[in-house]
């Protein structure tokens, strides 16, 4: 079977365990969750889980109704990188004294389009937005300089297509 990138997008309602409940699902295929982000969504009083897996399409469907299954899912959703349109934000913290000694340093913020978000006696700290890959070539061409401290968001994602979850939720209300 082959692997690909899917992102799973789930609407729910907003209840304490069921994050608990979902990471099991994955927990029981032996699927590691590579990204995972939970937000509002665009409707009001129902949050998003935004999940990126590697995995065969057949498993991702298959989880996809497990996580339906769960009383406070509404809907799950998956699709491929080529049906999303996606981010992932990343800070890093550097020692200031390289922003001013180091030139690669200020090549390696404007070749990456990244921003200076903070700049103290101690340290700076670089915003960048973007792939993953473009947040990974920052992040080794800024190594050899010394990452103080690095964190990572979860991926966000929109589909291309419309989304058919207003219309569910607008039945569901109506029965």
Do not use: C
Not at 15 to 43: A, D, P, Q, W, Y
Not at 73 to 85: L, M, N, P, Q
Not at 100 to 108: G, S
Request: charged fraction near 25%; glycine fraction near 4%; hydrophobic fraction near 40%.
């Amino acid at each position: 079977m082959e692997k690909k990138w899917f992102t799973i997008s789930v609407y729910s309602e907003n209840n304490i365990g069921l994050l608990n409940r979902i990471s099991g699902i994955f927990l029981k295929r032996h699927i590691n969750i590579e990204s995972l982000n939970v937000s509002k969504s665009e409707i009001e009083n129902v949050s998003k889980f935004t999940i990126v897996v590697f995995a065969p399409e057949e498993w991702v469907r298959k989880i996809a109704g497990q996580i339906e299954k769960q009383i406070e899912v509404i809907k799950a959703f998956y699709h491929t990188d080529d049906e999303t349109i996606f981010q992932e934000s990343a800070l890093f913290k550097i020692a200031s004294d390289l922003l001013f000694d180091e030139r690669q340093i200020q090549n390696i913020i404007k070749e990456s389009n990244s921003q200076i978000v903070t700049v103290a006696r101690d340290f700076f700290v670089l915003s960048k937005t973007g792939r993953r890959h473009e947040i990974d070539e920052m992040h080794d061409a800024l190594e050899p300089y010394g990452i103080m401290q690095f964190v990572r968001s979860g991926r966000i994602a929109v589909t291309k297509a419309t989304m058919p979850i207003t219309n569910i939720l607008e039945e569901f209300q109506n029965q």
